[in-house]
């Protein structure tokens, strides 16, 4: 799936800082980041619809969302910790009357040391 | 809160069998129903998605929803080992139907 492009696919880090980011070309209006631990399902964190965000109020603070335009979505995350190892999966969603499934990124594996 | 709910947790099926797969969520107000298919280390994908009482079939893979029973199923036909992976059912929030919440998945192997 080409359609919607995430950076990095894989990233290795120590207690620091860092973003990632998705890019969608779908003209969709709604813009997802979800959270996949091993074994787990897909975790919604962050949900943009139109650049309004919904969170789930269980996301740790050190994870900032910011939605720069209608195709673009990053995920910041400061100070990261062990439990956040996991594949964090960019998605989207079309306008509401056309109800379609989201459709995802192929995901960033985090790995904290 | 929505819960989604799937059962069962594993399946093991030879190839060429019907499989059956549940899931259940806690309110009728929801708007769409999808089951996504995921490999392992790959992102999931979308099979099939629903939004009215009743059943719809693609290929080898049928979907029934019954809203009144908060329960929706994907049964796929001629199963093959292809077939085999994570299944998560997805149900859409009620106020917010934006809100995609997924079930805990079933793991599917079909032996050849």
């Known amino acids: 799936n080409t359609k919607i492009t995430q950076s990095p696919r894989y990233l290795i880090l120590g207690r620091a800082n860092k973003s990632l980011e998705c890019e969608q070309h779908?003209?969709?209006?709604?813009m997802y980041w979800y959270k996949q631990s091993a074994e787990k399902p897909p975790e919604l964190m962050f949900l943009y619809n139109l650049k309004q965000l919904i969170r789930n109020e269980t996301v740790p603070s050190r994870f900032i969302p910011e939605c720069p335009d209608s195709s673009k979505l990053l995920l910041h995350i400061s100070a990261v910790d062990p439990e956040d190892s996991a594949v964090y999966f960019c998605?989207?969603?079309?306008?509401?009357?056309?109800?379609?499934?989201?459709?995802f990124g192929e995901g960033t594996r985090l790995s904290v040391l | 809160q929505q819960k989604v709910q799937q059962s069962p947790e594993s399946l093991i099926v030879p190839e060429g069998a019907m499989t059956s797969l549940n899931c259940t969520f806690s309110?009728?107000?929801?708007?769409?129903f999808a089951w996504y298919r995921q490999h392992s280390g790959k992102a999931p994908k979308a099979l099939m998605s629903?939004?009215?009482?009743g059943e719809k079939e693609e290929g080898r893979f049928t979907i029934h929803l019954n809203k009144a029973s908060l329960h929706f199923s994907l049964h796929i036909r001629d199963s093959q080992p292809s077939d085999s992976a994570l299944y998560l059912c997805?149900?859409?929030?009620?106020?917010?139907?934006?809100?995609?919440?997924f079930g805990k998945g079933t793991h599917l192997h079909v032996l050849p």
């Open positions: 997805a149900v859409s929030g009620v106020t917010n139907a934006y809100k995609v919440i």
């Open positions: 629903i939004f009215s009482n």
């Open positions: 998605a989207s969603s079309p306008r509401q009357n056309n109800n379609q499934a989201p459709l």
């Open positions: 779908l003209g969709h209006n709604a």
């Open positions: 309110d009728s107000a929801s708007q769409y």
